[in-house]
């Protein structure tokens, strides 16, 4: 028996059993939870490559395999997996939900947060840690940027520096306020248009919207893992530099028709759509308009096990 006869053979089982699983509801899955697990994919494709023969791949599937299974099974052990969706862990050990759902209640609130805008600022670049929940970036303020949250994931908080004319703004969750059990996280963000931007998102589970045709962006780079991410990009400056590096995610991002773009792919394992794009070389594709439109958009994608559509508007 081959080991690429049993790859994708397994991985469909799996999968169906987890989904089984959820339907009699011993455990709670669904497709975010599939998106978690895609890491497992590469072991099994690092497998299926290693220089060695085939029975050697299957044993070692099935160690890999038997090591899940010991693990999830001690976990189950200790989490009751017949009740498994009323508990949870933290403290190092698990926890009734409902038992401690008042203490963790009072960690989180909503939230709305701003930074003042200052007209000695031409730039500004934005990091923030997005983590798991529902995250938009659109619309405008006249301060340099607003916050606003609700949900139970815990509370956000904001530091800034101004260096040579650029205020840095840092969106991170604050330490001991996390909640280990999510049910909602809803944050808004709107910025200034008159300062030109720089823009870091580490992202982990999580669905973003971003409509930027308001914005000045200069350069953004996404650091993505399971998420669904959704961008439609405007014209504001002359040239506009992104950067994609995601793992099991699904990518849309929308690019006016009057833009020149390119996009340079560094992936594999990906269901593409370049709608408007002629392939130039290797991974290299052009809009027909990309030498003579003065608007131009770079895309640098490299991302794995995932799904991608660009379209033009």
Not at 93 to 121: A, G, K, M, Y
Not at 260 to 272: A, H, P, R, T, Y
């Amino acid at each position: 028996m081959k080991y690429r006869h049993v790859f994708w053979a397994f991985i469909l089982i799996a999968i169906g059993v987890l989904f089984i699983l959820n339907n009699f509801g011993i455990l709670e899955f669904g497709w975010r939870a599939l998106w978690s697990l895609w890491p497992l994919i590469l072991i099994f494709w690092g497998i299926s490559i290693l220089p060695i023969r085939d029975s050697i791949k299957i044993v070692s599937l099935i160690a890999v395999l038997a090591f899940t299974v010991i693990f999830f099974n001690k976990l189950s052990d200790r989490s009751q997996w017949w009740n498994f969706r009323n508990f949870h862990y933290y403290d190092g050990d698990w926890h009734d939900r409902d038992e401690n759902e008042d203490e963790e209640s009072t960690n989180s609130r909503d939230q709305e947060l701003s930074v003042p805008f200052d007209s000695l600022i031409l730039k500004g670049s934005l990091q923030l840690d997005a983590a798991a929940g529902n995250f938009s970036i659109q619309g405008l303020t006249s301060d340099m940027m607003t916050f606003s949250k609700t949900g139970n994931i815990g509370n956000y908080s904001i530091t800034t520096n101004d260096v040579a004319g650029r205020k840095n703004i840092n969106l991170s969750l604050e330490k001991g306020t996390i909640r280990h059990t999510v049910s909602e996280n809803q944050v808004n963000i709107r910025l200034n248009d008159r300062p030109s931007w720089n823009m870091n998102l580490d992202i982990g589970a999580a669905e973003i919207n971003m409509d930027l045709r308001d914005y000045k962006i200069d350069t953004a780079i996404i650091d993505a893992g399971a998420s669904s991410i959704h961008i439609k990009l405007g014209t504001k400056v002359p040239v506009t530099v992104w950067t994609f590096n995601a793992g099991a995610s699904s990518i849309d991002i929308a690019i006016p028709k009057e833009a020149g773009c390119q996009i340079k792919s560094e992936s594999f394992m990906i269901s593409k759509e370049f709608e408007g794009f002629t392939k130039k070389g290797d991974g290299i594709y052009q809009t027909y308009n990309f030498n003579s439109s003065p608007d131009k958009i770079y895309l640098n994608v490299k991302t794995a096990i995932s799904k991608i559509e660009i379209n033009r508007y």
